[in-house]
């Protein structure tokens, strides 16, 4: 399972990395029009610091500490900077999750995000579909506002 979830978590950061050099315009990144209020940008950042928070803090106590806010309100970024923390991310995920045991994954998550708890096996999965979700947002984001 360890395996699995790793080279999912992989494979879709390296696709979110791509669809980040898909756009024409470095600042097509930041775009925002009518009720598209998240930019491409932003939500990257989002899941940057999602994963950071959830597996790199929780999981693998790398100290990262969250600000949340900041992930919907930094603007800007280059692009070269946003492809290196998924590097730094894909690491951190790697070595969290490899080092975590069979027993490790069906303990309780830490952390509850709604009233039911999940095992930690449960929660990397709901993890994994969070930045599915977010990547197909930046997909549909780029194919509306990618425009020069």
Known sequence: MKHSIVQLFKRDLERLQDELHLYSEESNLWKIDKEIKNTAGNLTIHVIGNLNHFIG????????????????????????????????IKKIIDRTILNLSASDLQETYPIHIRKEGMTVEQFLMHLYGHLNYHLGQINYHRRLLDIC
């Open 57 to 88: 803090a929780v999981l693998g106590n790398t100290g990262y500490i969250r600000q949340r806010e900041k992930e919907f309100s930094d603007t800007q970024i280059p692009r070269k900077q946003l492809h290196h923390q998924i590097e730094e």
